[in-house]
């Protein structure tokens, strides 16, 4: 009988695993619960699947923060050329834009989930939808297939669970994949959301902002220790000088934000308490602000402050601003003292909010913790716990900037657990 492989979930890292271990000659079925395979995979990019990044090997790995080491195996096996070599061989070319962001030419994440189902489909794989494994069966340290919630049974010499993180639960990665790694023994680094928005303290004024962008700001973030001293915060991945963010009713988002998230959120699971210092204007100096400020007061003495400050932020916010300033009743900018003026550069070089958590687990874009890596081969992905278990994509203790790397990571693991479990598994069943 033809040695026989279980493949749970098929999203990203899922189908590249089934497709290859078939491609190697396995017979592969793939279990997914949702009605079709890859949904978050359409969802990914805004609907444009950001497929991987074009920066170099060394500058790719920072972007997973600390745990990134633990991929540098498996991209020198299987990385971004590879990735795209085959994906273009089902028909996605890609172009490279902003931030070496890689997307497919035709701006379809659809495109990229049908060509790895063709990839599968190719070579025989045995895609089932609407099954949803509950269990993986082990006999002495050994798998011996998989238990569906219909109470059927899949027998396999090896089994590869992709089930994704807790994330965005209506694409079906439920973190399930969390409970039955566990349950054969695994440890389970703490889920917390990641790339995710964060809500501030001050709710009237976020409200007041909702829906402002604002480009080319500087984001900074504060945390003080037990004993009162304050620092900077280090990020574990790298965070661009300056860039875009946006104010929700709840608090503040966009990239700059998600890409301190992680970090933010660690710090507040910490128990230390976390500040936003925003720089409006990252370009000038306080002095030059302040310069600056006091030469439209004198040019436009009788305008007020929120109107004067339409000319550096946009309407909304100044009037935010001004109200924060406390300088405005009735007086025109004539009538602000220059220690007065102090308050409003202040609030241009360093708008402080308190930062009160983040929205939940289900809201991140990726779900950071999970199965911890020193159990798992990072060249095979293999389980060091249970023989034939292999774990990959999202439900390991990996998660990264936005960008393109987390679908690289669960591409590059899904290829090389369905390479090892292909030749691995010869002769097993
Ligand atoms: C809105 C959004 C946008 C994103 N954009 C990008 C981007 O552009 N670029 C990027 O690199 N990353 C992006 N990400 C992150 C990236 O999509 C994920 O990290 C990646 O898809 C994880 O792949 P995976 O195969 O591990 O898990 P998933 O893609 O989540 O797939 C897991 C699959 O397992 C199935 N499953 C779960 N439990 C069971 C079970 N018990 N039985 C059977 N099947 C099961 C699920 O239904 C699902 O199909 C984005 C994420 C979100 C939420």
């Not at 199965?371 to 774990?391: I, W």
């Given at each position: 009988?033809?040695?026989?492989?279980?493949?749970?979930?098929?999203?990203?890292?899922?189908?590249?695993?089934?497709?290859?271990?078939?491609?190697?000659?396995?017979?592969?079925?793939?279990?997914?619960?949702?009605?079709?395979?890859?949904?978050?995979?359409?969802?990914?990019?805004?609907?444009?699947?950001?497929?991987?990044?074009?920066?170099?090997?060394?500058?790719?790995?920072?972007?997973?923060?600390?745990?990134?080491?633990?991929?540098?195996?498996?991209?020198?096996?299987?990385?971004?050329?590879?990735?795209?070599?085959?994906?273009?061989?089902?028909?996605?070319?890609?172009?490279?834009?902003?931030?070496?962001?890689?997307?497919?030419?035709?701006?379809?994440?659809?495109?990229?989930?049908?060509?790895?189902?063709?990839?599968?489909?190719?070579?025989?794989?045995?895609?089932?939808?609407?099954?949803?494994?509950?269990?993986?069966?082990?006999?002495?340290?050994?798998?011996?297939?998989?238990?569906?919630?219909?109470?059927?049974?899949?027998?396999?010499?090896?089994?590869?669970?992709?089930?994704?993180?807790?994330?965005?639960?209506?694409?079906?990665?439920?973190?399930?994949?969390?409970?039955?790694?566990?349950?054969?023994?695994?440890?389970?680094?703490?889920?917390?959301?990641?790339?995710?928005?964060?809500t501030v303290t001050e709710r009237?004024?976020?409200?007041?902002?909702?829906?402002?962008?604002?480009?080319?700001?500087?984001?900074?973030?504060?945390?003080?220790?037990?004993?009162?001293?304050?620092?900077?915060?280090?990020?574990?991945?790298?965070?661009?000088?300056?860039?875009?963010?946006?104010?929700?009713?709840?608090?503040?988002?966009?990239?700059?934000?998600?890409?301190?998230?992680?970090?933010?959120?660690?710090?507040?699971?910490?128990?230390?308490?976390?500040?936003?210092?925003?720089?409006?204007?990252?370009?000038?100096?306080?002095?030059?602000?302040?310069?600056?400020?006091?030469?439209?007061?004198?040019?436009?003495?009788?305008?007020?402050?929120?109107?004067?400050?339409?000319?550096?932020?946009?309407?909304?916010?100044?009037?935010?601003?001004?109200?924060?300033?406390?300088?405005?009743?009735?007086?025109?900018?004539?009538?602000?003292?220059?220690?007065?003026?102090?308050?409003?550069?202040?609030?241009?070089?360093?708008?402080?909010w308190t930062i009160s958590?983040?929205?939940?687990?289900?809201?991140?874009?990726?779900?950071?913790?999970?199965?911890?890596?020193?159990?798992?081969?990072?060249?095979?992905?293999?389980?060091?716990?249970?023989?034939?278990?292999?774990?990959?994509?999202?439900?390991?203790?990996?998660?990264?900037?936005?960008?393109?790397?987390?679908?690289?990571?669960?591409?590059?693991?899904?290829?090389?657990?369905?390479?090892?479990?292909?030749?691995?598994?010869?002769?097993?069943?």
């Amino acid at each position: 009988m033809a040695r026989r492989i279980a493949v749970i979930g098929a999203g990203a890292a899922g189908l590249m695993a089934a497709g290859r271990a078939a491609e190697l000659g396995a017979d592969v079925v793939l279990l997914e619960k949702m009605n079709e395979a890859g949904k978050k995979i359409l969802v990914s990019g805004k609907s444009r699947c950001n497929i991987t990044n074009a920066a170099p090997l060394d500058q790719f790995l920072s972007h997973y923060g600390r745990n990134g080491r633990f991929l540098m195996n498996a991209f020198h096996r299987f990385f971004r050329d590879e990735l795209l070599e085959l994906l273009a061989r089902y028909g996605v070319n890609t172009q490279t834009e902003r931030g070496g962001r890689i997307f497919p030419i035709s701006s379809q994440a659809s495109d990229v989930r049908d060509a790895l189902l063709r990839y599968g489909t190719e070579y025989g794989v045995d895609v089932r939808y609407r099954s949803e494994v509950r269990e993986i069966a082990v006999e002495n340290g050994d798998v011996k297939g998989v238990q569906l919630a219909n109470a059927s049974r899949v027998s396999a010499g090896a089994v590869i669970l992709a089930t994704g993180g807790a994330s965005w639960p209506d694409t079906g990665s439920t973190g399930q994949g969390y409970l039955m790694a566990q349950s054969l023994g695994h440890t389970i680094r703490p889920l917390r959301p990641a790339l995710v928005p964060l809500t501030v303290t001050e709710r009237s004024i976020a409200k007041a902002l909702q829906g402002i962008s604002l480009r080319n700001v500087r984001c900074t973030f504060w945390t003080e220790n037990a004993k009162g001293k304050v620092r900077e915060l280090r990020m574990p991945t790298p965070m661009p000088d300056t860039g875009e963010m946006l104010f929700t009713h709840f608090g503040v988002s966009g990239p700059l934000i998600l890409t301190a998230s992680g970090a933010v959120v660690e710090t507040l699971r910490k128990g230390q308490p976390v500040t936003l210092s925003i720089d409006l204007k990252p370009g000038m100096s306080e002095e030059a602000v302040h310069n600056r400020l006091q030469r439209e007061f004198e040019a436009h003495s009788h305008q007020r402050l929120r109107t004067l400050l339409q000319g550096w932020v946009p309407a909304s916010l100044a009037d935010v601003l001004a109200d924060l300033s406390g300088l405005e009743d009735d007086r025109h900018v004539h009538r602000i003292r220059v220690e007065e003026r102090e308050k409003i550069v202040a609030l241009i070089k360093n708008f402080r909010w308190t930062i009160s958590g983040s929205l939940p687990l289900a809201a991140g874009m990726v779900t950071a913790g999970g199965v911890a890596l020193n159990e798992v081969d990072p060249v095979s992905f293999a389980s060091r716990k249970v023989t034939g278990l292999y774990l990959v994509g999202e439900v390991l203790d990996l998660a990264a900037d936005t960008g393109g790397f987390n679908l690289q990571a669960a591409f590059s693991s899904g290829y090389l657990a369905g390479s090892d479990a292909a030749l691995a598994r010869a002769g097993r069943q």
